[in-house]
């Protein structure tokens, strides 16, 4: 199992431009996130999903939109990235009840 | 709402010395899972204990310890005999164990531990 795989693994973005971070998990699980990471904040929810179809916001759920339309693919998108979205994204996946495992993260830059 | 409060920012210790994290933790449910992940400096982050509320035994992995005390909402780690590969940042999470809250985790601001050969 290659377990939770991100792309890019960095990225430099202007102001306005958008883009997409991938996330793929080859563990059937049910419940995907994402998370970004900033310095002295910990890790804060972006968005999540149950299942298929079915997504919820989390913590700090603007300037981001997210699908799920497989069980294994959960994708990021920023509409019109903002210098305040230079962050590390880690996405995460899990069993129901279970434990989050996390992706290697991506390290992105907006200018 | 739940929260989750680590309040040493940075720690410094010396090879073979014991090392105890501090968590704190706020939340409305009885039913919750608590977590600690280590973040080494490669950035990954690393799963180390899922700890459920109805289990208050205090566990112990070879170097590391957790003590889990519901009276005082806390979720202590402790590192006996630390060495130079521990050094990495400790967070400390918090989920709720209901609906689909189980996939909301949330963390503390983590702890950044050094460990002085």
């Known amino acids: 199992n290659a377990g939770v795989t991100q792309t890019p693994k960095f990225q430099v973005l202007k102001t306005g431009q958008s883009m997409t971070l991938q996330c793929a998990q080859d563990m059937n699980h049910e419940y995907m996130s994402w998370y970004r990471q900033d310095p002295g904040m910990g890790l804060r929810l972006i968005h999540y999903s149950v299942g298929a179809g079915i997504t919820d916001q989390g913590e700090v759920p603007n300037g981001y939109n997210v699908s799920r339309s497989t069980t294994e693919d959960f994708p990021l998108r920023l509409l019109s990235a903002a210098p305040s979205q230079t962050s590390v994204y880690f996405c995460?996946?899990?069993?129901?009840?279970?434990?989050?495992?996390f992706g290697p993260g991506t390290r992105l830059t907006v200018l | 709402a739940q929260k989750v409060t680590q309040a040493q920012t940075e720690i410094s210790v010396v090879e073979k010395e014991d090392v105890t994290l501090d968590c704190v933790y706020e939340t409305r449910d009885t039913t919750y899972y608590l977590f600690w992940y280590k973040q080494p400096p490669s950035g990954e982050l690393v799963f180390l204990i899922r700890r459920n509320s109805f289990d208050e035994q205090n566990e112990i992995s070879g170097r590391y310890s957790w003590n889990f005390q519901k009276s005082t909402s806390s979720f202590n780690f402790t590192i006996t005999a630390s060495q130079v590969v521990d050094s990495a940042v400790y967070f400390c999470?918090?989920?709720?164990?209901?609906?689909?809250?189980?996939?909301?985790?949330?963390f503390g601001q983590g702890t950044i531990l050094t460990v002085h050969p």
């Open positions: 995460a996946s899990s069993y129901s009840w279970g434990t989050q495992y």
């Open positions: 999470a918090l989920s709720e164990a209901r609906g689909t809250s189980y996939g909301k985790l949330t």
